[in-house]
């Protein structure tokens, strides 16, 4: 086996404008490999753009390097400076090792001369560029805390956002008009209860794209309504420590308002009527109760209150989808209906009312929101001990492990009741736009259907038939509770109101 000269050649990103780059160290090492051992084979091993100091970087040729050192086909090796090498002293004793069990004895370099590798000098240098690795990234740390309490904005361009720069040369963020809409937009679409997939849907049918160009995925839009970025908050190792010195794109409400829809699962009530429970992953492709728009509590027996369900059934020699109150759900077999009449006749006096403008009015005003505010404020203070604690448990003697636990599950405990309280209130509706949900509703899916009926309707009840009449179809049976009491008789009239 012909043995060779090993060049090995790294720099990191060159924000010094140095021009290291691993072309000139390759041309550096094959003029010092041509004079020290002429005709002698050369091969070369670059990491381009890596440092040397990460523990948990990998450095694919550095390791190919190590393993043909292992094999025996490595004669000599050159690099610029032995910090090119490895910068890690723990590393640099194993790669010393490594070196002399192969009879490599000796490192050339530029800069550090001739390198013996068992030498007690190369191990103190090892030791002390650790320390030097150790202390410049306690100094950079510094100063990104230092920034990010001062509100400066991080790396990147998130989504609805560009870099810019103040005129005293503080680094800032600046909307994209196009992007912020569209934050907006889904902010409002995510609170009318429009999943997550139409949302990307209807953003990538517009044409829109990603921040860097990519498609818009439903992981993409929760991001984009999540993220503590669009409120103004700026994020620094995980925790909100400060104020962006940005607009934000989404009032603290609007963002939280969508944090916590996010974060619930979807509750149905129980078949018994006895409680509610959420529906998971090992709840999907489970269609019981889930085909029709008006099932899973929407639409109740007026004779004995139980939720209504919905199958295929043979009416007048047809098989048709019928809701009836059932005695496996609960209910006694009071009353029944055609399904299908009935989740028209529903949704046309839905847009129906919609149209009258009295009756958005109504709806708008809602008698929940101080409490909303509220719940916001104590998330965004539960935010702000968590960062206090945090500072506390990083002060020595300031507390003990079993303190700092108690106190981290206080706050858990605190935010996990505020945030079942925020899901137990009734949905905050926003600016709709009509015309737009009317084209939108055939394109929804069935939850967000339900999602929208139920920010409007409270309760549906189906009357029994009156005698005589129960082999034609008859909507009067039909009540619509609305979630809003309107003086207007036309609004309500036959509709069973509050």
Known sequence: MTRYV??????????????????????????????????????????????????????????????????????????VEQYRLERREIQWFQLAALMDAAGIEELHTNRDGIVRVRDEVAGIK????????????????DRLADKAAEGEPPGGNPFGYKRAVKEDGTKTYVEVPEEADAIRQAAEWVLAGWSLANIAAQFRSRGLRGANGGQISPGAVRNWVTLPTVAGH????????????????????????????????????????????????????????????????????GVCQHRLTGSMRTVHKRRVAYLQCHPTAGGR???????????????????????????????????????????????????????????????????????WKEARQGIADNENRLRREYASLPPKVIDIDIAEAREAWPDMTLDEKRGFLRLFIEKITLEKSPPGMHRTYNPERVKIKWQVSLRSDASTAGEGER
């Open 6 to 79: 090993a060049l090995y050649c790294r720099i990191s990103v060159d924000r010094a404008g140095r021009k290291e780059g691993v072309k000139a160290q390759e041309r550096w090492g094959r003029d010092y490999a041509a004079q020290t051992w002429p005709g002698l084979p050369v091969k070369v091993f670059a990491d381009n753009d890596l440092s040397a100091a990460e523990e948990d970087l990998e450095r694919p040729e550095y390791n190919s390097l190590r393993d043909a050192i292992e094999r025996g086909e490595v004669a000599h090796i050159w690099t």
């Open 126 to 141: 090892a030791v002390l560029g650790a320390g030097e690795v150790r202390r410049t990234k306690r100094r950079i740390n």
């Open 234 to 301: 700026r994020v620094y190792r995980g925790q909100i420590v400060a104020r962006g010195n940005w607009a934000p794109i989404l009032d603290e409400n609007t963002w939280q308002a969508c944090r916590l829809v996010l974060s619930q699962p979807r509750r149905v009530k129980r078949a018994d009527g006895k409680g509610t429970y959420p529906i998971g992953a090992r709840h999907r492709g489970n269609s019981t109760g889930r085909r029709y728009l008006l099932t899973g509590g929407l639409m109740v027996c």
């Open 333 to 403: 077999g009071c009353t029944g209906i055609l399904l299908d009449e009935t989740e028209r006749y529903v949704v046309k006096r839905l847009f129906k009312e919609l149209d009258k403008p009295e009756f958005l009015n109504a709806i708008a005003a809602d008698e929940h929101g101080p409490r909303r505010e509220q719940i916001a404020k104590e998330l965004d203070a539960l935010e702000r001990q968590r960062v206090e604690l945090a500072a506390e448990w990083a002060t020595p003697g300031s507390l003990t492990m079993s303190e």
